[in-house]
């Protein structure tokens, strides 16, 4: 051992036994047992106070809610919606009668496995600083909020983890269950049999690629059975609409790493150019480097097709982690993810919603993600009780829009639930195509109504009542603006105005279909 790589001795300077004490943390191998459970342990009680505040932010929580309530009752299988994610909704209806701090519970849960990948991934592969970068995964911002609440971006993310640990493990065969695991929780998953498969020809291990391939194919097909048998080939029906630009930049930068996590990691590939300028000879001489690569241009590719949500992200997280951990240096990969973790609870904000040169001077100190989705989640769930005690004359129909499934959801007791039409075309029967009824009153609750069902409606001489979100959906889904077909001395169509949308803001929030 060279003087250098000797321990400080008793009488050295105590900056130089506190960088020693820092590096030593830094190269923790947070793989063995009791590391690993004392990580575990942090990682659970970071996320236990955010479990009951909801299913999550976003409509798709509460639809894979419904969804799951609905087996329990009809002993029916619909998707939340198309294409499908079987094998995260089908675990989910396992404990739903739970409620949130069951399933969110249940994601908790099966996020932890791909923490535990993940870390034994990075040890595998003998990167430098290894607890930094498994802590610094662990407790990313959009990480943690993805891995508390009902959604299937975590279930997919640890079975791609768990495919490429067995990929490192030469277990072939079990890397394609998993990666099969993955497809059935999310179907964009099956982009990942691509670097698969180059890792594995690469290897030159090209006689396994039929294993591969047969249990990356086998797995999905018989998750995704049940929805095919009730859809058929229309099953691939998903929601396509264009996003503008800055909707982009604020899902990049304000949603995925924070405004100041993202400005840190700027600065960060700034300070490593000369060690990234290795990277392109590196994907040629490395098959790991070449699948890490693959996946983070893959999944960018995957997001920006379909920008509608920054968690689209996530499967490129790991990957990312990766790579900055291989060509960071210790110093400048220690301040990203420092910043990147406050970026949870403390972080640049703007009063714009959305990204413009404008709110540049409106930048200012205020909550990180972690916080923020916390409000969000009790804002949403407050509107929601608002419109409850909201009176509403019999023979009407509300339009709710973006708060539908948790309206839905939260008065399933009281209120009969139903399908409007059965149209396959529909990316959610139980919500797009769903009502809530309330028999003694006359009032139906619905999503959004189409032009043709609206004008139904109305020729029944039934009311027609729409939150201000429901009413910019509407417009912007179906070409038709409802408060033009108000009577005034009537009053057929009439505006629902809680002063507020359904995630706290004087606007109406995003309808993410």
């Not at 097909?221 to 982009?248: C, E, H, N, Q």
């Not at 205020?366 to 804002?379: K, P, S, Y």
Request: one cysteine or more; hydrophobic letters at 50%.
């Amino acid at each position: 051992m060279t003087t250098s790589d000797q321990a400080p001795g008793p009488n050295a300077p105590s900056g130089d036994v506190a960088t020693s004490a820092f590096q030593r943390a830094l190269s923790c191998d947070l793989t063995r047992p009791f590391a690993f459970a004392v990580l575990a342990l942090a990682y659970v009680a970071g996320r236990a106070p955010f479990i009951n505040d909801g299913f999550g932010t976003k409509p798709d929580a509460w639809r894979i809610a419904l969804s799951g309530w609905w087996l329990w009752d009809r002993h029916e299988f619909y998707p939340s919606r198309l294409p499908g994610y079987p094998v995260a909704e089908l675990g989910f209806a396992t404990v739903i009668k739970g409620g949130w701090v069951a399933s969110n519970s249940l994601t908790i849960a099966v996020s932890l496995l791909g923490l535990w990948f993940f870390a034994q991934i990075v040890r595998k592969l003998g990167l430098p600083n290894p607890a930094l970068l498994v802590v610094g995964f662990a407790f990313q911002p959009l990480i943690w909020i993805n891995t508390m609440n009902t959604m299937d971006y975590a279930w997919a993310l640890t079975f791609i983890l768990g495919s490429y640990y067995f990929l490192l493990q030469r277990h072939t065969s079990l890397a394609g269950v998993m990666l099969g695991l993955a497809i059935g929780s999310r179907l964009p998953s099956a982009a990942m049999l691509l670097p698969a498969i180059v890792y594995l020809w690469r290897d030159g291990k090209r006689g396994e690629l039929r294993d591969l391939i047969v249990w990356s194919v086998f797995v999905p097909m018989v998750a995704f059975l049940p929805i095919v048998w009730r859809y058929g080939p229309s099953f691939l029906t998903f929601y396509d609409a264009k996003v503008g630009y800055r909707t982009v930049i604020r899902l990049l930068a304000k949603d995925s790493l924070g405004l100041a996590g993202a400005l840190a990691l700027g600065i960060g590939v700034v300070l490593s150019l000369r060690r990234l300028a290795k990277l392109p000879g590196d994907i040629v001489r490395d098959k790991d480097v070449m699948f890490w690569s693959l996946a983070v241009v893959l999944y960018a590719i995957i997001f920006f097709r379909l920008p509608h949500e920054a968690a689209y992200l996530l499967p490129l997280y790991p990957f990312a982690f990766l790579l900055i951990g291989r060509y960071f240096k210790t110093a400048v990969l220690a301040g990203v993810i420092s910043v990147l973790l406050l970026a949870n609870f403390v972080d640049f904000t703007t009063t714009n919603h959305q990204v413009a040169l404008s709110s540049i001077t409106k930048v200012r100190v205020g909550q990180g993600m972690l916080l923020a989705n916390r409000d969000t989640m009790r804002a949403q769930l407050t509107f929601t009780h608002d419109l409850e005690q909201r009176a509403i004359p019999p023979r009407s129909v509300v339009m709710i829009g973006f708060s539908y499934p948790q309206f839905a959801y939260l008065n399933r007791n009281r209120l009969q639930l139903g399908i409007l039409a059965k149209d396959k075309s529909a990316i959610s029967q139980l919500t797009d195509e769903g009502m809530a009824v309330d028999p003694l009153r006359q009032v139906t609750y619905v999503w959004l109504l189409k032009y043709d069902v609206f004008q139904k409606y109305l020729s029944q001489e039934m009311r027609i009542y729409y939150t201000l979100d429901a009413g910019r959906s509407t417009q912007a889904l179906y070409n038709f603006r409802p408060g033009l077909y108000d009577n005034p001395p009537q009053q057929t169509v009439q505006a629902i105005d809680l002063g507020r949308g359904p995630s706290g803001g004087r606007g109406t929030a995003d309808t993410d279909r």
